[in-house]
């Protein structure tokens, strides 16, 4: 049972990209976020890399004196990408464990801007959701919308029945960092029913 006034969302897994984009607003962003994580007392999860967005995040976190965790897949760390400052480091075999892990760690996803592999991500996380997997909050940082695409996407899938119309009501869009951390507080614990999914 929490104590009171101890937050529900304890460790916050950020999904970015390991390049840094080509917007000094996506690197300040990644650099406010991780700033703010440690700043509020939680754990960052992430994966595990020194570059990019990804490398931002993390040396903020730290820099603030919070707890990171990276987890990265062996044929990336072996090529000198992985982050060797962190609390803790796991190293797993694969991509798939990579991703299992990242959720199993955490209570909460934000997901920057970034590439192919943010959005895989972000669909994987909110797939497994909508399958009732978890029930752990989704937040896009739609920095300079960025992400406006994606939510039309997704928006889009639903107007035409491939995913239930409310589904995507459970994925929280701030347009800005500074409202990540009360986003997520405010966030309800959503409890799924597999039997009662729109399929």
């Known amino acids: 049972m929490l104590k009171k006034n101890q937050p529900s969302i304890k460790s916050i897994c950020v999904y970015c990209g390991s390049s840094a984009g080509v917007n000094q607003d996506y690197k300040d962003a ?5 700033r703010m994580i440690a700043d509020k007392g939680r754990r960052l999860v992430y994966g595990g890399g020194r570059m990019g967005l990804m490398g931002i995040v993390a040396d903020a976190a730290l820099e603030k004196d919070g707890e990171v965790l990276g987890i990265i897949p062996s044929h990336l760390s072996e090529k000198e990408t992985a982050h060797q400052g962190l ?16 959720v199993e760690n955490s209570d909460a996803f934000v997901i920057l801007p970034g590439g192919l ?8 996380v909110f797939t ?11 937040l ?10 994606l939510v039309d996407l997704v928006t889009n899938i639903a107007k035409e029945g491939f995913c239930g119309k409310n589904d995507f009501d459970q994925v929280i869009v701030v347009d800005s960092v500074i409202e990540v951390i009360e986003a997520l507080d405010k966030a309800p614990k959503e409890t799924n029913d597999p039997n009662m999914k729109w399929i």
């Open 87 to 102: 609390t803790d480091l796991y190293v797993v075999e694969t991509m798939h464990e990579r991703k299992q892990l990242m």
């Open 128 to 138: 497994w959701w909508q399958l009732g997997l978890h029930d752990k909050p989704i």
């Open 117 to 124: 592999g943010t959005m895989d991500e972000f669909f994987e």
């Open 30 to 34: 990644a650099k406010e976020l991780g």
């Open 140 to 149: 896009v940082a739609n920095i300079n919308d960025y992400w406006s695409p």
